[in-house]
């Protein structure tokens, strides 16, 4: 929206010109260059033979545009032209922000587009743990950046409910249920999963079952299995919505096997010369797809390795139909994701829908060193755990505030500081003090939606903060595309800045006249916008009073 004017003159020029070139606008890298630049001369340069700066200067002289709203064009560097503004322009552009509205930020760039979005995917043998945290925080934010673009986005959540580990999750809750029936029963410390929370449902077990369950049997350890899985997942869906994130799909992998998708996988690779027999387990020749060596996709045993439900599951999310088809994984993944996708290529499915946000580790620091979460009775540390200690809103943003694939410093000190320093608290307390602003403006009896007169707002605060508050729409739609949700988290910080700056250099209410104080307040009420939309997009509040 800021560069929306300056895009059509320099689109008109073009065509004067009958110069074949997209109008691009960007901000320069520095402030004493203008305030917005193009490089489009030199992208010109080689098609029209000419020097960047001789193809400048005929732009140039044919752009036409309003003097209340350009000041000067200049030629720059090899052939930059960079544009300066006056408040005018500012103007235009703070009365379009208010017109808007709420949609602000929100574009139709990708309406009648589908995307589908699977994340979290944690498997049903315990509660989340802490480093789950940000495959939540990133996958949601995800999903909600691609609908503010307008991407009709299905949530998903692939349900691992089969393979080893649930069969290690029955044996070990049996184990605790032996025991808590009084009886010397071993558990297994190599494969077992240890924590209070198998003691719990193995107790729920005896009270339901007494001792019925004692002679151990497949059955008994089937109902172990059922048990463990229906309470385990229980617990993560009461985290999720304690973060406000919510699912509309939930992908069983054990329908991968009954429904026989795996079988049909494996024989559809075997046609293609991809599948091969060697030291009794079945292998996939992914050398002849361009990869470093074959892998086993069956053990021995007869049971899959993760690779081949992962490959059959992929099959079915592309023959879905969506536009876009979204993995957000931890970066121990890398290897097997490349894999999987040679695979699924290979069975003739277009892989440039998948696009894969590969994470970082996390790291706990407190007093500034490596810190490792856990309870003082020694009990395993939950993503709830996080969430008590510190608040939802604390968070989901710590955990999207960084690019995916750098490593996350997660700061317990910092995240519990309740100052400008915690860069939640800094956000929220800029929408709070907007929100006392126009509390303090009803109470006087000022009516905070009548006209606003923006040609009034000259000072060099209000002209930033405008300038900063018109290239939300460009970050929504970069960070969408990017997949990225540091984007806007990196982005709301400017803005809060800026306004702080105007807050404190611009008096809105006791402005000198009342004209100027519905301009500001209007300005105001944009900065609330943005804010509040800006969170709603990393899932965090934003609170009235603090």
Known sequence: MFFEYIRTVLGNALERLGYRAEPHVELPRHESHGDAATPVAMQLAKQLGKPPRTIAEELIAAMEYDPSMIAALEIAGPGFINFRLLPGYYADVARRIRAVGDRYGFSERYIGKRANVEYVSANPTGPLHPGHGRNVALGDSIARLL????????????FNNAGRQMQNLARSIYARYRQLLGDDYPFDDENGYRGQYIVEIARELVEEYGDQLREESEEHLAICRAKGEAWCFASIRRTLERLDVHHDVYFNEYSLYTDGHIARTVEQL???GLVYEKDGATWIATTKLGLEQDRVIIKSTGEPTYRLPDIAYHCIKLSRGDDLVVDVFGADHIATI?????????????????KVVLHQMVTFLKDGVPYKLSKRSGEQYTLDDLIEELGADVVRYF?????AETQLVFDMDLAREQSETNPVFYLQYAHARICSVFANAEQLGIDVSGHADFHLLEHPAECALIKVLAQFPDVVLRAAESLAPYIVADYLHTAAEAFHTFYHECRILGAPRDEIVRARLALAQAT????????HLLGVSAPERM
Do not use: H, I, P, S
């Not at 609908?147 to 692939?158: N, P």
């Open 270 to 272: 075997r046609q293609r």
């Open 399 to 403: 955990f999207a505030m960084r690019a």
């Open 338 to 354: 490349q894999e999987v996708l040679a695979a699924v290529r290979a069975l003739g499915y277009d892989t440039t829908r998948v």
């Open 147 to 158: 609908e503010a673009v307008g991407y009709r986005v299905t949530r998903e959540y692939y």
């Open 528 to 535: 609330r916008t943005v804010l509040r939309n800006g969170l």
